[in-house]
């Protein structure tokens, strides 16, 4: 008989598809790894120091912080980093695996100063599980991995396995943005997202052709810009 597999700590098994790290790192960054990742977590996330998945104790973690927010999959971290220094009175957690990209974090962190943030450097699900129910004000998933084959689709972001326990942490009439340049990830956000019970706001064409008035480019954005490919900016609310 085929079992499960668990995790070691004896919590279900969950797959991750994707890359946790690519070339090596500069020293400077793993000095920023060494230095300044701890002191920058939400919290107990780990199955490891969390086993009984508590909810995180964010107003202890964040005492002056109006609203929490939360940016799924940062890259290298210039939007994160952007809203953190324009919205002081905010806290952001921003989750993101790949560890090369949240070295570049860090150092963009040390460069602006910003105190404002928190970094998730794992699995969106894993820190999902230990948000507290309504906690994040506004949410975001710009540029997620596009996974275009379509026997792969199924890893995306914007599926059920994702957006419900995203709902959940999201307080009711939260804002959740997702911007993409794949017209098949539009197809699919359009059809699962309001699945979950979100609500789309575009009322004109103009509502997702012309990003957010507070919105930086990134480099990613710059690229696929220079390539032809057309942003998609939708705007949901959660129900």
């Avoid at 060494?34 to 107003?59: F, I, K, M, Q, T």
């Avoid at 710009?142 to 914007?158: G, I, L």
């Avoid at 009711?172 to 699945?195: C, H, L, N, S």
């Amino acid at each position: 008989m085929n079992e499960k597999k668990t995790h070691p700590t004896g919590a279900p098994w969950r797959n991750f598809y994707g890359r946790l790290k690519g070339k090596g790192l500069r020293k400077s960054q793993e000095a920023y790894l060494d230095e300044d990742l701890a002191a920058l977590s939400p919290g107990a996330v780990g199955w490891d120091v969390n086993p009984d998945r508590l909810p995180l104790d964010l107003a202890t973690r964040f005492p002056e912080a109006k609203e929490i927010w939360l940016e799924i999959g940062f890259g290298g971290g210039e939007h994160l980093v952007h809203m953190a220094a324009n919205n002081p009175q905010v806290a952001i957690i921003g989750c993101e695996p790949y560890i090369n990209g949240v070295a570049m974090l860090l150092g963009k962190i040390r460069d602006a100063g910003v105190t404002n943030l928190a970094v998730h450097p794992g699995d969106a699900r894993d820190l999902f599980d230990v948000l507290p129910e309504g906690a994040i004000s506004k949410a975001f998933l710009n540029y997620p991995d596009p996974w275009p084959k379509k026997k792969h689709h199924r890893r995306r972001f914007v599926t059920q396995e994702h957006l419900q326990p995203l709902h959940r942490v999201m307080k009711a009439g939260a804002e959740f943005r997702v911007a993409t340049d794949i017209e098949d990830y539009v197809r699919q956000t359009m059809q699962e997202v309001p699945k979950a019970g979100f609500i789309w706001t575009a009322e004109c064409a103009d509502d997702w052709r012309e990003p957010w008035g507070d919105w930086l480019s990134t480099r990613y954005e710059q690229k696929a810009l220079r390539e032809g490919r057309v942003p998609h900016y939708m705007t949901f609310l959660r129900g």
